[in-house]
Structures are given as C-alpha cells and as structure tokens.
C-alpha cells in the first residue's frame, strides 16, 4: 500500500468555496438555463424594436408585450431544446465538447416552431414578420455570444478546482490510478481528490486491508465526503472485499470505469424495459433533430411549391407540347431504411425505365427529348420531388436516391453503400454540391460520391443543410445543376 497524497491537495482547507462551489455544480445547469433565457427574451425585445425602429422610425408602446411573450414562449422551447440535446453539461458550457452546430440548429428549430405557433394559431397577429427574422438573427449571435463568455471562467474553474462539490479518497492500482487525473475528476464527476492510496499490484487481503484502513484514516483527517475506486473491473472479488473492508466507514463509495467499462459507459443507455440496455449504434439524428429537419422540409417545400408554381405549370405545357408521353416520370427508389417510394420528375427523355437495367443519363445523350437537356441543365426537372419531400418520402438535403438497379449494383460492390439509407434521401445533397453527380462510369466515382454521402450522415447538422442548400441555388444559378 502506498500514499501518493499530492501535498497541494493536503492544503485545499475543507470549507474551501463552500457557497461558491455548491452554486457551481449544483446550480449550475439552472444558471445556464436562467442565464439563456434572459439572453432570449432580451434578443427578442431588442430585435423587434430595432425592426421597428429601422422601417417605422418608431416603437409603439404596445409592442413591447408582444416581443416580451415572443421571447418567452422562445426561451421555454429553447430550455426544452437544449435540455434534450445535453447542451447543459458542464463539459459543453465550459468548451470542452463543442457543439455550435447542435446550439445553433437547435435554435433554428426554436425560431420554426415559434413561427409555426405565431402565424398558424395567429395568437401574435400584431407581430411583423421582419421582427421574428430580426429576433432569430440577434438571439441566435446572443446565444453564441453567451456561451462564448462563460467558457473562460468556467475553464478556468475546473483548472482550479472550484467546480468540485465534494471532496474524495480515490484508492486503486497503479494501471487504473495513472488514468485518473484530478481535472478530469473535477470535469466529469464534480470531485475534487484530497488523498490518493495505492494498492498493491497483487491481490492481498493484509495489504487491501492495511490501504482501506489508511484511506478511511485520511478521509476523516480531510473532511472527504466520499471514497472513489479505481480498479479493474475484471477484478471483481477483490472489488467485492475492498468494499467489505470499508463498511466501516459511513462514508459512500464510488467505482470508477475502467479502460473497458469506459468505452462502453460512452455509449447511451436506453431503459426500454426493467434492464437497461446500451446503444452500440444509434440513428444519425435524434428525434428532436428528426423532427426539426422534417418541420423545416414541410415549411420550406410547401413556400417552394407555391414560389415555382408558375414554372412547374410552364414547364408541365412545355412537355406536353415537346414530345409524346407523361408530363412526369415515375421511377421506384430506395428511401430511409431501403423502403421503397416512387420518385417524381419532369420527363426529359423518350423512354421510361424502371426495371432491372437501367442505363445511367449522359451528356448529349441521344434519349434527351427537345427541351430534356434544358430541364436537366438547370435542374428545373427535380423541381416536382417538392412533393417527394411534403410527403415525407425525401428530404430537401440527403444522400441523392439511385435506381434500385444501381442499388443493387452498388450495393455489392461497396460494403458502406446501404449506410447512405440511413437518413432519407435528398433532392440535392453534399456529394451533388461538390460536383459528384452524373454517371459513374468508374467504380471509383460511386466510391467517391458514397464517401461524402457518409460525411454528410455523420456530420449532419441545420448549419451544414443549410449551406448545401445555398450552394445549390449557386450552381443552379450558374448553370451547372447539382
């Protein structure tokens, strides 16, 4: 047995930041909540009346209820928005694990919903369109901005160990003991080590009986609150009789993970009956992220529909008067979780396949009808998968659905092709705005393209749809299609 006290720790007096330290981790959480609810009621009030300064000269006195009940419904959503996506961890607020993407698409999720409840119940009919888009911009830098400024403090109290709520004797084994660090103690259980006991690399019940005895001693002598193990898991009778040995003090015990049980303990527990069970693989997005992109899908493909209407209507005579056939092709895809839909487009070719073969569309290809090359070209004949995606069979951004031939193909060459099925499929999507689209004549162009799709799916974030949907419009723009 062996005392690694760190002389330093022995100094730590035992009411050190009583007050202070209890605010920090016990508080904590609702501190940032409160803290991020006045930046979002503050964000709206100042938003609308810069708003209404800027195009009306001045602010009616009875707006001001309007902006303050718009910023609360917003701040509640938000609460409940960040909560579920674990923005209230202590390692996330201090910078630790950053996750800007998941803030800000989270709040792009607050602003739909809150439009969504504004424009469709018309409970806020005296509220202007422009002060919501004003409030959604300075609410989201001020959320940003917020976070910004507590990293550095916080940072620097878990440098310090004044986030530690309460104060331990971590007794273990060499192996287990090298990996526990004082920071992260302080990071990720809110301890703060007073006395370190080594055990002996062997099994000796004189020896463990001798180590508990010297750390029940320094824990009193400390004022610890509580005793932390750190040994190997596999260990489990010795774990078992270290336990039995330190019944003898009132205080509680703690087992910290070992190299193995910490890789799985990373893993989300799921209590889908009496035993809880971890998820070794887990869906791209959560519910709530599943629910944001499907809210903003349905609002942006229905204002798209209405927006392209007369176009869709032109281009549906144009066909028409083109050539013989449907306005519109039909082909079955593979969407979310290889369930099959059917695919619309704005027919651009004599023929119609969808069967076992199917030849891959190419430049001056001799099946283009007379206006073909113009609707694929300006990607105009994509535009009636808006209706793919209201009704929910397709995303406005995801993996580009293929033939199911070519499913088929691809799917027995590349062993990560069937992973692009786990999220819907999408009208354009990372792979289409970094040029990957077309025929893939070469293995290595599918290879590529799946590639992306895969960042795409792993990376997913309201941000990342966002600037794929932008630089679409680009390309579109530009002539180059996606």
């Avoid at 005392?3 to 016990?26: C, E, I, M, Q, T």
Wanted: aromatic content about 8%.
């Amino acid at each position: 047995m062996t005392d690694l006290s760190d002389a330093r720790l022995a100094k730590v007096p035992v009411n050190f930041g009583a007050f202070s330290v209890a605010f920090a981790f016990a508080s904590l959480e609702a501190f940032a909540v409160a803290f991020e609810m006045i930046i979002v009621v503050l964000s709206s009030i100042i938003g609308g009346a810069a708003y209404h300064l800027f195009y009306y000269h001045t602010v009616y006195s009875n707006s001001f209820e309007g902006f303050l009940g718009i910023g609360v419904l917003a701040a509640i959503l938000h609460m409940f928005v960040a909560k579920s996506q674990g923005l209230y961890n202590a390692q996330v607020l201090a910078g630790l694990d950053r996750r800007w993407s998941s803030l800000l698409g989270g709040w792009l999720l607050v602003v739909l919903l809150m439009t969504l409840i504004i424009f469709l119940l018309k409970v806020g009919s005296g509220v202007s369109r422009g002060s919501v888009i004003s409030f959604g911009l300075i609410g989201g830098l001020g959320l940003v901005a917020g976070r910004m400024l507590l990293q550095a403090p916080l940072q620097r109290a878990i440098d310090r160990g004044m986030l530690a709520t309460r104060r331990a004797v971590v007794v273990g084994m060499a192996d287990e003991l090298s990996r526990v660090r004082q920071s992260n103690l302080l990071r990720d259980f809110g301890l703060s080590e007073v006395r370190r006991i080594q055990l002996s690399g062997q099994s000796d019940d004189e020896g463990d009986r001798a180590a508990v005895a010297s750390a029940i001693r320094a824990a009193r002598e400390c004022g610890a609150d509580e005793i932390v193990l750190a040994m190997p898991w596999q260990q489990e009778p010795r774990i078992q009789f270290v336990c039995d040995q330190l019944r003898a003090s009132p205080l509680p015990v703690r087992l910290l993970p070992d190299r193995t049980a910490e890789r799985f303990l990373a893993l989300r527990m799921v209590a889908s009956g009496p035993i809880p069970t971890l998820e070794m693989q887990r869906s791209p997005l959560t519910s709530v992220e599943r629910a944001g992109k499907r809210l903003f899908d349905i609002v942006a493909s229905s204002g798209l529909l209405v927006l392209f209407a007369p176009l869709l209507l032109g281009t549906a005579i144009a066909i028409k008067l083109d050539s013989k056939g449907p306005v519109l092709f039909r082909q079955r895809r593979n969407g979310f979780d290889g369930k099959q839909f059917t695919i619309l487009k704005f027919r651009s070719m004599h023929v119609l396949e969808d069967g076992d073969v199917i030849v891959q569309a190419r430049p001056n290809d001799s099946r283009l009808t007379g206006i073909g090359a113009t609707l694929r070209r300006r990607s105009i004949d994509e535009l009636p998968q808006l209706v793919n995606v209201l009704r929910g069979d397709m995303s406005l951004v995801g993996p580009r659905p293929h033939a199911l031939a070519h499913d088929d193909k691809y799917s027995k060459l590349i062993a990560s092709y069937a992973q692009r099925q786990h999220v819907k499929p999408g009208i354009t999507g990372l792979a289409q705005v970094q040029g990957l689209r077309g025929a893939t004549p070469a293995i290595e162009d599918m290879q590529l393209r799946v590639a992306h799709d895969l960042i795409y799916i792993k990376s997913w974030s309201f941000v990342l749809d966002l600037r794929i949907l932008l630089r679409t419009v680009g390309a579109v723009l530009r002539h180059k299609g996606v």
